[in-house]
Antibody, heavy 116, light 110 residues
Framework: VQLVESGGELVQPGGSLRLSCVASGFTFSSYWMHWVRQAPGKGLVWVSRLNSDGRIITYAESVKGRFTISRDNAKNTLYLQMDSLRAEDTAVYYC??????????WGRGTTVTVSS | QSVLTQPPSASGTPGQMVTISCSGNSSNIGNDYVYWYQQLPGTAPKLLIYRNNQRPSGVPDRFSGSKSGASASLAISGLRSEDEADYYCAGWDDSLSGWVFGGGTKLTVL
């Protein structure tokens, strides 16, 4: 079971970025998926989730209206489209699988830096 | 300010037992399960305890979890140097409709 994130980079405030997470070793299309972030030296903060077919989606208030989570089950890939980025969005973003309602498998993360 | 409250630090010597507390409310762990994650330096979090007191396969039985009401604890017995890490409690919050975490407890093995 493996989750590999990519797409993180340095971006200017107000810019956009799309993160990807490729899953392997399990039936991706059967699981809810989440994004969790961690600012430098800080704790874990849940960002968003979506169900197995992508129809049920929830966001943290801090990103609602700016971030969009989606998935392509044919490609075993989870996405996070991030628009109107702010300095406070700077963090390592983790892709996380959930099983039976809890977060069980985490990717290694991808680093997003928002700075001019 | 995290929704779940943990002490920022804890410490112990090799072989000792250490406990880390986590406090929430009726919107989260008070009426649902608590989970614990271990984050070794420079790595991603790893599930340590699920559904209050269950250990995933591969997690040593030195790690145990308990919950009473809206408070939970993680106990680590027979402390080892490799246990030095950040520990996070977590749970689902019904009022926020999202996962919430504690601020993390940095465990130092002296």
């Amino acid at each position: 079971v493996q989750l590999v994130e990519s797409g993180g980079e340095l971006v200017q405030p107000g810019g956009s970025l799309r993160l990807s997470c490729v899953a392997s070793g399990f039936t991706f299309s059967s699981y809810w998926m989440h994004w969790v972030r961690q600012a430098p030296g800080k704790g874990l903060v849940w960002v968003s989730r979506l169900n197995s077919d992508g129809r049920i989606i929830t966001y943290a208030e801090s990103v609602k209206g700016r971030f969009t989570i989606s998935r392509d089950n044919a490609k075993n890939t989870l996405y996070l489209q991030m628009d109107s980025l702010r300095a406070e969005d700077t963090a390592v973003y983790y892709c996380v699988r959930s099983v039976e309602g809890y977060l069980d498998v985490w990717g290694r993360g991808t680093t997003v830096t928002v700075s001019s | 300010q995290s929704v779940l409250t943990q002490p920022p630090s804890a410490s112990g010597t090799p072989g000792q037992m250490v406990t880390i507390s986590c406090s929430g409310n009726s919107s989260n762990i008070g009426n649902d399960y608590v989970y614990w994650y271990q984050q070794l330096p420079g790595t991603a979090p790893k599930l340590l305890i699920y559904r209050n007191n269950q250990r995933p396969s591969g997690v040593p039985d030195r790690f145990s979890g308990s919950k009473s009401g809206a408070s939970a604890s993680l106990a680590i017995s027979g402390l080892r140097s490799e246990d030095e890490a950040d520990y996070y409690c977590a749970g689902w919050d019904d009022s926020l409709s999202g996962w919430v975490f504690g601020g993390g407890t940095k465990l130092t093995v002296l």
